[in-house]
């Protein structure tokens, strides 16, 4: 997944910039490499995450995986479950996020 390879960029690039990952309606595929790699990540990236509770693609509750692995590692994490199925949900709030992360990366 996208995640996966942020976070192997993350993890093996400590010293370029990287800020945030928008993580939509999706699922760890390896929580073990997932945490550790998170673990060893010396400034922790902040996290958006949006997951539909009507999702026939990845059922809901694996959502909840990634919140626990984030957020047991440090991350800020803006979790935000919406109503829909396997969509990205609300834009407003991915926007916000976005901005916000630029902004900070600019002080």
Excluded at 23 to 30: N, Q, T, V, Y
Excluded at 58 to 64: E, H, Q, R
């Amino acid at each position: 997944t996208s995640t996966d390879i942020a976070l192997h960029h993350a993890f093996h690039n400590q010293e370029s910039r990287f800020d945030g990952i928008i993580h939509l309606s999706g699922a760890p595929i390896d929580i073990e490499v997932w945490a550790s790699r998170l673990q060893k990540i010396s400034k922790k990236p902040r996290i958006y995450i949006s997951h539909g509770r009507q999702d026939m693609v990845l059922p809901f509750f694996v959502s909840d995986w990634s919140n626990q692995i984030f957020t047991k590692a440090g991350c800020q994490v803006a979790y935000h479950p919406h109503p829909e199925g396997h969509t990205v949900g609300p834009i407003d709030p991915i926007a916000q996020f976005i901005l916000a992360a630029l902004n900070d990366t600019n002080k």
